[in-house]
C-alpha cells in the first residue's frame, strides 16, 4: 500500500483524487452501492503512483514497471490498459489532446532516444531519458506476456512491438498496432479525453504500399479498422470523463488542402463503413467538409448519422480555417487542424491547448446587474444593455484571473512528442509548446438573448410590467403566474430564428467578450478562445435561477446552437447559425445541433443531401444531429432492458441512452417531443 504512504507524505496530492474518481466511474457503470464498495476496497490494494521524490521521467519509468499486463487473446491487436495505475500528481492533468500519430509511425524510439542524446543536460532531458528507456522496458514485457499467450497472431504482433524500438511502421496492421500502443501509454499516464487525429491521412501510404504490393485488401483493411474500434471502446466506461460515453476518442477524416482541393481517400469511406457496421458509440468520427466535398462520401455520412449512432460531426473547413489563420496559427498548422474531444480545433503536435477548461455563462452577470442595480432607475433598454456588458466585461476579467491560476502537471511524453519543446528545453505544462493557448466553451447565451428581448419588448415598449416587477416574478421562479411564463417563452423572434435584432444581439453578446479577450493573455502569454458550443447546458443550468426567457430554476439552457422553437425549419435555424460572428477569438466550437427522426431522413434523403451541401455553401461551422424519435425515447426509459444498444448525440459524443443520467433523458425526451410538433 505503498500509494497511502506517497499520499500522506505528499500532503494530500491530487493523486487521491484520481482513486476516488476511480471508484466513482465503477459506480456508475455497475449501478450497485455494493459492488461499488467490494470494488473500492479491492482498488485500494492495487492501486499505485509512484512517489514525488522521483523526477518525472523516473516516476512513468517505474509505473510502467508495475503495470499488470493482460493480453485478450481473442483479440487481433495488443492493447493494455492497468486501471488501477497512475502517475503521481500535485497539478491538474493535460487532458482534451491529440498527438501526432504520424510522428511515432515514421520514429522508433532510436530515433527519440538520437533527438535526446543531443539536448543539452538538464532535468528536462533526463525526464525524456527515463520515459523512453521505460517504454522499451514496457515493449519487452508486453511482448514476453505475449510469448506466453494464445493469441493468434503472436509473432506479428511481438514483431510490430519490439520494431517500435529501431524501426519506423511499415505495413498498414503494424501502424494500428503501434497508435494502439501509444494511446494506451496516453490512457496510463492520465492523459484523458484524447483523440486518434486524421487517420485516414495518416495511414494513406502504408495502405496504399500494402493494397500496391497485394498485402492487404479493402475487406481486411476494414476488418482491422473494425478491430481497432472495438479495442478502443473496451473499458469506455474507465475512460469516459464527466458522462459514459465521454471520452474524447475522436477519429479525423477528409479536410481542405492548400492548394483549395478537397481531401479524401478510400479509408475515409472504411472508417465510416466500419463505425457504421460496429454500431458503437465510441470511438467517433469527425468529418472535416468543404463545398468540393464529394456527394458520394455525404451520402455514406448521411446513411450512418441516419443508424442513429450520432456521427460524423460535420465541421466546415471554408469557414474554420480561415479564422484559425486570421487568429494566429500558421497556415500549413490550420490546414492539418484536428479537435480537442469534441469539436473544439487544436494544432496536432503543436500544441497542448486546453480549450474545455470551463464554460462561460452568460446569465450569470445577468442575475449579478439584476442583484446589485438600482433596477427603478434603469428607464431604458440601452441603458439596460450597456449595464449588462458592463458587468459581462467584469465577469470575464475575473473568470481570466481564476483560470490563470491552474497548474498543470509535468509530461514528458507530451513534450517528446510536442513542437517547440526540445527547442526551449520546456515541458508543455509550462509553455514549451509552439502555441499556448486556452479555450473556453459558453452556455445559456440562448437565455440571455430572449431575455433581454423580452425585457425590451415587455418593460420598455409596451410596458406591460416595470423591470423591478418582472424580475421579483422571476425570483419566485414564476409561482402562480403561468400566463406571464406563457407569454416569455411563446414569443416568435427567439434565438435560432433568422430575425436581425436576435442577430445582432447574440452578436453584441459575443462582441462583448471578444472585446475583453483582446486584452487578456494566459499565464503562458497565449490567447484566450471561446465558442458558442458546451457540455455545461444542463450542470451549470442546475443551479441557476429563473430566467426572463420562460426558464424556470434548473431547467436545462439551450443545447449548443438550436433553437428552443418547435416552429422553426432546419433552414432557419441554418440560415441564423451562418449569420453568427465567429471572428477573432469566437471560433473554439461552434456546433448547429439537430433533432431528427429517422423516417424524415428516410422519406427525404436525397433533399437531405442537397440541404447539407447548400448549407456548407451557406457558411455553418459546425453541425451534428441526433436521429431519433420521441417514441423511442419514451419506449428506452419506460423499458431499458428491451433498448440496451440504443445510441444518442449527447454533448459533442454519443453514448448508450441507459448510460445517461435522468435528466439528459429527460431533456431528450422533451427535446424530441417539440421538434415533431408534439405537447409537453
Known amino acids: 500500500m505503498q500509494w497511502i504512504k506517497n499520499f500522506i507524505l505528499n500532503n494530500f496530492s491530487e493523486t487521491f483524487l484520481v482513486y476516488i474518481k476511480l471508484v466513482y466511474k465503477y459506480k456508475r457503470k455497475c449501478k450497485s452501492i455494493l459492488k461499488t464498495i467490494i470494488f473500492a476496497i479491492k482498488a485500494l490494494f492495487k492501486f499505485y503512483a509512484p512517489s514525488k521524490k522521483f523526477i518525472k521521467g523516473k516516476q512513468i519509468r517505474k509505473l510502467f514497471n508495475k503495470v499488470n499486463i493482460k493480453i485478450n487473446d481473442e483479440d487481433r491487436f495488443v492493447y493494455n490498459l492497468d486501471i488501477y495505475k497512475t502517475i503521481h500528481r500535485d497539478n491538474r492533468m493535460i487532458e482534451n489532446v491529440t498527438i501526432d500519430y504520424s510522428k511515432v509511425l515514421k520514429l522508433s524510439i532510436k530515433d527519440f532516444k538520437d ?3 543531443k539536448l543539452k543536460d538538464s532535468e528536462y532531458k533526463e525526464n525524456q531519458k527515463e520515459l523512453l528507456l521505460g517504454i522499451e522496458e514496457y515493449i519487452d514485457r508486453e511482448c514476453k506476456e505475449i510469448e506466453k499467450s494464445n493469441i493468434v497472431n503472436k509473432e506479428a504482433i511481438i514483431s510490430f512491438l519490439m520494431n517500435i524500438k529501431d524501426k519506423k511502421a511499415e505495413s498498414f496492421e503494424e501502424s494500428l498496432q503501434r497508435i494502439l500502443f501509444f494511446n494506451q501509454l496516453l490512457w496510463q499516464l492520465g492523459h484523458g479525453l484524447n483523440g486518434l487525429g486524421r487517420l485516414d491521412k495518416i495511414l494513406e501510404e502504408v495502405y496504399n504500399n500494402d493494397k500496391k504490393n497485394n498485402k492487404i485488401t479493402r475487406n481486411e483493411a476494414i476488418e482491422m479498422i473494425k478491430d481497432m474500434c472495438k479495442i478502443l471502446h473496451q473499458n469506455f466506461w474507465y475512460k469516459s470523463n464527466v458522462l459514459m460515453g465521454d471520452t474524447g476518442q475522436i477519429i479525423i477524416l477528409g479536410g481542405k488542402e492548400k492548394d483549395g482541393s478537397y481531401f479524401c481517400n478510400e479509408l475515409t469511406y472504411l472508417f465510416i463503413e466500419a463505425i457504421m457496421e460496429l454500431q458503437i458509440p465510441d470511438p467517433k468520427v469527425f468529418l472535416r467538409i468543404t463545398k468540393d466535398v464529394p456527394r458520394e462520401l455525404m451520402e ?3 446513411k450512418c448519422i441516419k443508424t442513429g449512432i450520432g456521427c460524423p460531426l460535420f465541421s466546415n473547413d471554408d469557414v474554420i480555417i480561415p479564422k484559425l489563420i486570421s487568429f494566429g496559427y500558421d497556415e500549413e498548422d490550420a490546414y492539418n487542424y484536428v479537435t480537442s474531444a469534441c469539436w473544439e480545433p487544436l494544432m496536432v503536435g503543436k500544441s ?11 446569465i450569470e452577470p445577468l442575475y449579478k446587474m439584476l442583484e446589485e442595480e438600482n433596477l427603478e432607475e434603469i428607464t431604458e433598454y440601452e441603458e439596460l444593455i450597456e449595464k449588462y456588458k458592463k458587468y459581462l466585461e467584469e465577469y470575464i476579467i475575473n473568470y481570466i484571473e481564476e483560470i490563470n491560476k491552474i497548474q498543470w502537471e509535468e509530461t514528458p511524453l507530451l513534450s517528446m512528442l510536442t513542437d517547440d519543446c526540445n527547442t526551449a528545453l520546456k515541458d508543455v505544462s ?3 509548446a509552439k502555441y499556448n493557448n486556452y479555450g473556453l466553451t459558453a452556455v445559456s447565451l440562448s437565455s440571455v438573448v430572449n431575455s433581454l428581448y423580452n425585457l425590451k419588448k415587455f418593460v420598455f415598449e409596451e410596458k406591460k410590467y416595470t423591470l423591478n416587477e418582472l424580475n421579483e416574478i422571476r425570483k419566485n421562479n414564476f409561482k402562480e403566474e403561468d400566463e406571464i411564463l406563457r407569454e416569455l417563452k411563446q414569443q416568435p423572434n427567439r434565438f435560432g430564428t433568422e430575425n436581425d435584432e436576435i442577430i445582432d444581439l447574440s452578436n453584441m453578446i459575443t462582441g462583448c467578450v471578444d472585446k475583453v479577450l483582446d486584452s487578456q493573455k494566459n499565464i503562458f502569454g497565449g490567447k484566450i478562445k471561446f465558442g458558442y458550443s458546451a457540455p455545461t447546458y444542463i450542470s451549470k443550468a442546475e443551479r441557476a435561477e429563473a430566467s426572463f426567457d420562460g426558464r424556470k430554476n434548473g431547467e436545462p439552457f439551450g443545447t449548443h446552437i438550436s433553437s428552443d422553437k418547435a416552429s422553426v425549419a432546419y433552414t432557419e435555424l441554418i440560415q441564423f447559425a451562418t449569420k453568427l460572428d465567429y471572428d477573432n ?4 466550437g461552434n456546433v448547429i445541433d439537430f433533432m431528427i427522426t429517422p423516417s424524415f431522413i428516410e422519406d427525404n434523403f436525397d433533399k437531405m443531401i442537397d440541404f447539407l451541401i447548400l448549407s456548407i455553401s451557406l457558411g455553418f461551422f459546425q453541425m451534428q444531429m441526433n436521429v431519433t424519435s420521441s417514441d423511442i ?3 428506452a426509459k419506460n423499458n431499458p432492458k428491451d433498448f440496451e444498444n440504443l445510441i444518442v448525440r449527447v454533448w459533442g459524443f454519443s453514448a448508450y441512452f441507459n ?6 433523458k429527460n431533456l431528450l425526451i422533451e427535446r424530441a417531443l417539440k421538434n415533431e410538433g408534439k405537447s409537453i
Not at 659 to 664: F, I, T
Open 115 to 117: 533527438i535526446n542524446s
Open 300 to 302: 455514406l455520412s448521411l
Open 352 to 362: 497542448v491547448e486546453q480549450n474545455n477548461i470551463d464554460s462561460i455563462v452568460y
Open 430 to 432: 509550462i509553455g514549451g
Open 585 to 588: 477569438h469566437r471560433f473554439n
Open 633 to 635: 425515447l419514451i419506449k
Open 659 to 664: 448510460d445517461l443520467p435522468e435528466n439528459y
